[in-house]
């Protein structure tokens, strides 16, 4: 049984066929399939395998090995027993953070990677942060650009025998359907973020959906987003979404900035 269904997960799954391995089900909590329509399909006639939309594995039953598991409909509450000898848990991507949470620097809810801002500076000085351990499951390629992104940066940081260390900043925060944005923090005069974007993790399906940018009590910018939103994959943006005017007032005092839908 393969817990989820977004592209990390079907990959899973055919990795098991070619192993030999039958995959009995796979479950997902949404009411349809995280992946792109093109890759769900292929990999369904592929694998013939049924997927349980707007479900949960509450249940995983087995002693000295897995037996089966019991998983729940999250709108009729009914349950059925799987067999099985083997669960695969994917996607709801935690990031490696032990070393990060063990050295005492701030982490982010949302992400539970360490709170960076732009320059992917962490609370603690001298230690940056960069790739999946600030947003986990992105692609490789995104993840070594933040490495570009930032080394400059480490560099400087190193040759300079007493670095001034950046205060104030204020909080950007996702809000609902997003569950988590990165970079975290806002601090006037700080670069753009790699590749010039935010990235978004989105806890819904959204069509035709509308970026919207709230500060200090009002709305301060808009961006209907070219393509749809869905679970299970980072949603990309425009760091010019967030206006100047929002960059040169962060201050803790004047509260977040929040990014959400309209």
Not at 6 to 30: D, F, I, K, Q, Y
Not at 71 to 99: K, S
């Amino acid at each position: 049984v393969v817990v989820g269904a977004e592209p990390v997960s079907w990959s899973a799954a055919l990795t098991l066929r070619r192993a030999g391995c039958r995959v009995a089900l796979m479950v997902s909590r949404h009411a349809r399939t995280e992946a792109p329509a093109a890759l769900a399909v292929g990999a369904t006639a592929l694998l013939g395998t049924p997927v349980a939309h707007r479900a949960r594995v509450v249940r995983v039953i087995g002693r000295r090995r897995v037996e089966a598991v019991e998983i729940e409909h999250l709108d009729t509450g009914a349950r059925r027993t799987v067999p099985c000898d083997t669960v695969v848990f994917t996607g709801d991507w935690i990031p490696d953070h032990e070393l990060a949470r063990a050295a005492g620097i701030e982490l982010d809810p949302g992400t539970l990677g360490p709170l960076v801002d732009t320059a992917l500076r962490t609370s603690r000085p001298g230690i940056f942060a960069a790739g999946n351990l600030l947003h986990p499951a992105d692609t490789a390629d995104v993840a070594a650009l933040d490495g570009r992104h930032v080394a400059d940066r480490v560099a400087a940081r190193l040759a300079d025998p007493r670095p001034a260390e950046p205060a104030g900043g204020a909080r950007l925060i996702a809000a609902p359907p997003f569950r988590w944005v990165a970079p975290g923090l806002l601090r006037p005069g700080d670069p753009a973020p790699p590749r010039g974007r935010l990235l978004l993790w989105s806890d819904e399906f959204r069509t035709a959906a509308r970026l919207v940018v709230r500060h200090d009590g009002r709305i301060v910018a808009e961006h209907r987003l070219p393509r749809a939103v869905r679970p299970g994959r980072v949603l990309s943006v425009p760091w010019s979404v967030v206006p100047q005017s929002a960059i040169r007032t962060a201050d803790p005092a004047r509260g977040p900035v929040t990014i959400g839908l309209g």
